[in-house]
């Protein structure tokens, strides 16, 4: 079995567009949704859930009236101001625990925190693992971790070849547990100055993690002079440039139609995807 996350060092780039495309493409799969923050990958996909389970992570202080002698302690050593009036409010509450270290009468302790959920869904295109963080949760590099093991089981139990994975983009904690492990990364980029930034960040993520990775230019077309900044770049550091996809205002359509490009359209875009997903299937096979 192998592993490919398809990553970007920035939001927007596209890499969710060419996952959905990839799930429509890819045979014998298990599709994960690593980004947990903001997971959107189902608007793609159409999943009908099939199993649901609740992600703990993490602890929030809890107050007990009985015990608590109001002296104001709390609220006033709290840098999260997430004390207020003797109750803990949960979102601010970064559950640090020095409340509940300083209390003189050990009426505040520190509970088990449910952060969100993960779902195991049916889809036309295969299973679909992915989760759902809750509002101003952390901790959502376990999250990861919870959704790439479970496809990761499914993945062995039904015998498939492929785990494909919607990384999250940026550098943080999530990218580094929806990256460490895997067979390869495909890096969406844009010819965009922030863009180009932070291609080179997230490349250095898993040149350290030693996860081989090529590189996918979205909407290559808007600017051929950072595109050809992008390729050179890439060419001085070994890293292959797996496909270049131009702009077109069809992969918008398809996405208010909620319909992978390549099923919506055979035009151009859907041929260069199609081209790329043959390249990364090379090379995972190599």
Not at 29 to 35: I, M, S, Y
Not at 147 to 170: C, H, T, W
Not at 252 to 258: F, S
């Amino acid at each position: 079995m192998k592993e490919i996350v398809i990553l970007s060092g920035k939001g927007g780039t596209g890499k969710t567009t060419i996952v959905g495309s990839f799930a429509a493409l890819a045979k014998r799969k298990v599709l994960a949704d690593c980004d947990v923050d903001a997971a959107d990958l189902h608007l793609l996909l159409s999943p009908s859930e099939r199993k649901q389970s609740e992600f703990w992570s993490g602890q929030i202080a809890h107050i007990d009236k009985d015990l608590c002698n109001e002296c104001g302690l709390c609220q006033e050593i709290c840098r999260f101001n997430a004390i207020k009036d003797f109750k803990v409010d949960p979102v601010s509450c970064e559950g640090c625990g020095f409340c509940s270290h300083v209390c003189p009468v050990e009426a505040i302790t520190m509970q088990e925190n449910m952060s969100g959920y993960w779902f195991i869904s049916d889809t036309k295109y295969g299973p679909l693992v992915h989760a759902r963080l809750g509002i101003a949760q952390e901790n959502s590099g376990k999250l990861v971790a919870a959704v790439r093991q479970q496809a990761r089981q499914i993945a062995g139990e039904r015998n498939l070849d492929y785990v494909i994975s919607d990384g999250p983009p940026g550098i943080g904690c999530p990218v580094i547990s929806s990256l460490s492990g895997a067979s390869l990364a495909l890096l969406v980029t844009e010819p965009t100055l922030s863009g180009m930034h932070d291609l080179e960040r997230v490349f250095g993520v898993c040149q350290h993690f030693g996860v081989p990775a090529m590189v996918c230019i979205n909407k290559y077309d808007l600017n051929e002079e950072n595109t050809w900044q992008i390729e050179s770049n890439c060419l001085s550091q070994g890293v292959k440039i797996a496909g270049k996809i131009p702009f077109d205002n069809v992969v918008t359509e398809a996405i208010v139609h909620g319909v992978p490009v390549v099923e919506y359209s055979r035009n151009g875009v859907s041929q260069q995807i199609d081209a790329l997903w043959g390249t990364v299937l090379q090379s995972l096979n190599h």
